[in-house]
Every structure is written in C-alpha cells, then in structure tokens.
C-alpha cells in the first residue's frame, strides 16, 4: 500500500493552515434562523442564503413532514427506473409557472444541474460564451461540455479587447466574443451567466445580454441561484428585475437558498430542451431523485412565494435600511440592492487582517458574519459579506447596525 499520498495531504493542509487559507467550520447547534446557537452562544445570524427566513419556516416543516408521511422518505431509485412520483411532475411544473418558462427538469443540486445543461446540448460545432466571474459550477458544467469556449470580461458588453488592469491580461468583451464565434462559422451560440454574481451582490445586465443575443442569434442562460423568489417585483428572478421575462431561454437555479434552503435544483427551459435532458443529463439519468420531504416543502414553498409577495417585500426594506445607515456611518459598501451587502476594507493596507479582525470582533458582539479574503475574492478586496434576510425583524437589524458602528469606531475605522 502506496503512502505518499497522505504524506504530502499532510504538508499541504499544513500549507494552507500557515497561509491563512484552511477553512475552518464554525459549528451551529440550532435550526437554521435569524438566531443560530454557536458554542452555546445565541447570535444574529448574517451570512445565511435563508434570504426570504423559509428554511425553518413551519410551512415548509409541515410540508415536509406531509411529504414523509405521504410520500415516504426515499425512493432508491433515478427519476427514470421509479424515482418519478406525482409530485415531482408537480414541483417541476410550479418552478416552470413560477420563473415563466415552459418546462423544469429537476436535479439533487443547482451544481448538478449546471453540469447537466451543456454536455448533452452543445458540442465542437457550438460555443459557449461565458462571464469571467461566472460561478464554480457553470465552470465545471461547460469544461463537461465539448463546445468551443469564450470568456468575456466581468459584465462588459463591448466589442473590444484590451489589457485588463486588474489581471495584466487582454480581456474581450461580449460582443467581440459573440462576433469572433459567428466568425469561427459556430453552429449554437449561447452566453452563460449568473443573474446575481455572488461576492459583489452585482446583477447581470440581461437587457444588453438580450439584445446582444437577438443581434448575434444566440441563447440566453442564466443561473438564478441568488435571485429566484425575491429578486423583481414578484419574485421570479433577475429576467423579471431587468424587464427581459420571456427572453431568457434556459435558467438554472436552487431550492438550497431563498426556496427552503434545503436542497435540490432545476433547469428551467422549453419543452425540447427540457425533455433532451431528461435523455441525456447525466446527473439525472445517473443521480438519485429528489427526497419527498424537499419536493414537498419546495411545493409549498413556491405556493406561498406565488401568493404573496410579502417576504421578498420585507427582505428589501431590510436591505435598504442596512445598507443605507451602514453607507451613512461611514462604511465603504458596494452600491447595488440585492441583500448581499459587501463591506468592503480595501482602504487599508492590512485589509485581510482587518477583516477577519472585524468579523471576530462582531462575533464577540452577537452578530454572526464572515470575512472574505484572497483567493475567494481579488487581493485587496477583502470584505465581510452580509446577507439579509426575510427572517430579521428590525430589532435585529438595529443590533446588527449598532454592532457594525461600535466594532468600527473601536478599530478607528469609521
Ligand atoms: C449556490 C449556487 C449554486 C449551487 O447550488 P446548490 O443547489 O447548492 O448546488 C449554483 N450556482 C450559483 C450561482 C449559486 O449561487
């Protein structure tokens, strides 16, 4: 039995620990919520994707214990062997009505359903046009898929190249990589994007993404991950907040965030590409089914999200009053809407100690957060991420706020 291998899993691990990039698991001994017990400790929880505050929301418990009682606890078995009941068709055809498309495939994950959707669509003769911060399971979907690729800077819709200051590196945006594939004589053409792009809170311009799509005869594909329940008027997603609804051809999005947070995902697209998929997405012909107990509650969760749009409705005013008295206190924030909130410490010239510095220090004060550092976010863009949520009342938000001023005037920050 060979041993190196632990040997050297050993030293690296080591590595990261002195580079400060081990990823250390905080432990919580509570339910998912506003309030989250962590070593005993009752904190105010900030960094939780529990956007609309459904993932300890006794509707979805109920609905989830419905679906055990009814329903069973597993099927053993892929959608396409017996892993099909009633209420999967049901879930998928509430996500289709819910973002306004056609039909919904559904997949264990968002991260199965991006690496489902390319491979079996586009091949050699076709390309995938791709943003540069695209998330790490678009990534991985289109190094599935055969597809010749291109890769445009950050939301720039331009038909240039140039040298990128940030990276040192020539840099094309989409327009010169939708007219550089039509050159290259491609058969399918499609842009891959995040709606929300999750470290800045920054949503896609699907309006210019649209219109360069018609111009240039591509699809459209958008991962709603961070958006679909609370991002536009009603809730459906970025396609909605950028007035575009019935122009993106196929999203993809989870039920492990604002839907319940449990698990599970979906490809949302027409009927051709949808039923294509249920025949050759390999993490659906090949992966178990979706738990009972989650279609259950997703159902219901997207029921009541149809209902009402009260949730998405407080999670915006929360949003707007954090982000405005912490922009008023002095902090540096990103300016957008979505409830990520970035904090940023590009100011200082210790900006990673500084930020893990704060977050522990806000810890110490009740209010649970995360610094982001090097490599999850550029070098000197170090931030903490805030996340409101639906599930924070005011009085919440007000000690969040508090503790923000207090923690930043103690390390003479604002
Ligand atoms: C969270 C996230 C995913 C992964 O979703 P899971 O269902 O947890 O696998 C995929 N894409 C984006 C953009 C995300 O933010």
């Known amino acids: 039995m060979s041993r190196k291998i632990f040997d050297f899993l050993a030293k690296e691990l080591t590595n990261l620990e002195s580079q400060k990039l081990y990823k250390h698991e905080r432990i919580i001994e509570s339910p998912q919520g506003a309030e989250i017990t962590v070593k005993g400790q009752k904190v105010l929880n900030f960094c939780a994707n529990n956007y609309l505050g459904l993932s300890s929301h006794p509707v979805l418990i109920e609905a989830a214990h419905q679906g055990i009682d009814h329903r069973g606890f597993g099927l053993s078995s892929v959608r396409f062997i017996c892993g099909t009941q009633d209420r999967h068709k049901l879930l998928e055809k509430k996500i289709a009505e819910f973002v306004g498309l056609e039909d919904a495939i559904l ?71 939708l007219k550089e594939a039509n050159a290259a004589g491609i058969r399918f053409k499609v842009i891959a994007t995040d ?14 993404i649209c219109d360069l799509a018609d111009k240039y005869d591509a699809l459209v594909m958008v991962d709603d991950s961070h958006a679909t329940g ?16 019935g122009r993106i051809d196929i999203i993809t999005t989870t039920f492990g965030k604002a839907l319940g947070g449990a698990s599970g995902g979906a490809v949302i697209s027409r009927k051709e590409v949808v039923e294509w998929l249920r025949n050759k997405g390999r993490p659906y012909l090949f992966s ?35 982000r405005k008295a912490l922009t008023d206190a002095g902090f540096d924030i990103l300016p957008g809407e979505h409830p990520i909130t970035p904090i940023m410490f590009r100011k200082y010239e210790n900006s990673s100690k500084v930020a893990v510095d704060f977050a522990d220090k806000l ?10 550092s090097f490599p999850v976010v550029p070098k000197g863009k170090d931030r903490i991420r805030v996340q409101l949520s639906a599930a924070h009342e005011l009085e919440h938000i007000d000690k969040a706020i508090n503790a923000f001023i207090k923690v930043g005037k103690e390390m003479n920050l604002i």
């Open 288 to 322: 178990n089914t979706v738990a009972p107990a989650v279609v259950e509650a997703t159902i219901q969760a997207i029921d009541l999200l149809t209902s009402t749009t009260e949730l998405r409705d407080k999670l915006e005013n929360n949003t707007r009053i954090f």
């Open 230 to 245: 609370f991002i536009g008027k009603t809730g459906r997603g970025t396609h909605e907040y950028n007035d575009v609804m």
């Open 107 to 177: 997949f264990s994950s968002c991260f199965d359903a991006n690496g489902a959707v390319f491979e079996p669509l586009f091949t050699e003769e076709d390309a995938i046009i791709t943003d540069a911060l695209n998330h790490a399971s678009i990534i991985d979907g289109i190094r599935l898929a055969k597809a010749q690729r291109w890769i445009y800077k950050h939301n720039d819709m331009r038909d240039v190249e140039e040298e990128d200051a940030s990276t040192g590196k020539m840099a094309k945006g989409l327009e010169r990589c």
């Open 363 to 372: 810890l110490e004060n009740g209010i649970y957060v995360i610094a982001f």
């Open 195 to 208: 709606g929300v792009f999750s470290m800045d809170g920054d949503i896609a311009n699907l309006k210019a």
